[in-house]
């Protein structure tokens, strides 16, 4: 497999390197992605709680813990994706970083924690994002957001609000808002 490698662009680890294995349905977001949603959502993550339902190279949630998120809980069901996470998570220190070796859906069905902010870019190709949608609102603390990545957006039922939206190249991005939590 070959390495491929991200730069974290904001917060405490900011210029660090994490790395990757190339991997059919892995795509990291881009920077300019990355940055545009850390601006939307401001620079500080302090006391923020995340959830990446997706892992796969982590990007999102390494900043998001980088810019002082207080606890970043990242999905990932294939096993050798979670081998470089973890081996990053070290390399970093990242000790407010959870791994959990899962099925996103049975993660949701398990879990009962709620977060600030959850991080949904599934593989293009399975199209999840309209189930995976319906099933967050439990999940989301009262002003909770869902980042959500693709190449092309599902229309959001009216339970959800479109608070901002992207596009960079062939990915497509939006933050959500639920209508149900407030």
């Given at each position: 497999m070959i390495r491929n490698k991200v730069r974290i662009i904001g917060g405490e680890w900011r210029s660090r390197i994490i790395t990757f294995d190339s991997c059919a349905?892995?795509?990291?977001t881009p920077d300019r992605v990355r940055e545009t949603v850390f601006n939307w959502l401001g620079?500080?993550?302090?006391?923020?709680?995340?959830?990446?339902?997706?892992?796969?190279?982590?990007?999102?949630?390494?900043?998001?813990?980088?810019?002082?998120?207080?606890?970043?809980?990242?999905?990932?069901?294939?096993?050798?994706?979670?081998?470089?996470?973890?081996i990053n998570v070290q390399k970093l220190g990242?000790?407010?970083i959870e791994l959990m070796s899962m099925d996103a859906l049975k993660f949701l069905d398990s879990d009962r924690h709620q977060f600030d902010l959850v991080f949904l870019d599934p593989p293009y190709r399975l199209g999840l994002l309209p189930k995976l949608l319906s099933s967050l609102h439990s999940h989301l603390a009262g002003s909770g957001?869902?980042?959500?990545?693709?190449?092309?957006?599902?229309?959001?039922?009216?339970?959800?609000?479109?608070?901002?939206?992207?596009?960079?190249?062939?990915v497509r991005y939006q933050l959500l808002k639920s209508k149900k939590n407030g």
């Open positions: 349905d892995l795509r990291p620079q500080d993550m302090s006391g923020k709680r995340c959830l990446d339902l997706f892992a796969g190279s982590g990007a999102m949630s390494f900043e998001a813990a980088s810019r002082g998120a207080a606890r970043v809980v990242m999905v990932e069901s294939d096993p050798g994706v979670m081998k470089t996470l973890k990242a000790e407010r957001l869902v980042y959500i990545e693709n190449d092309s957006l599902p229309e959001v039922d009216a339970d959800w609000l479109v608070w901002r939206q992207g596009q960079a190249g062939k």
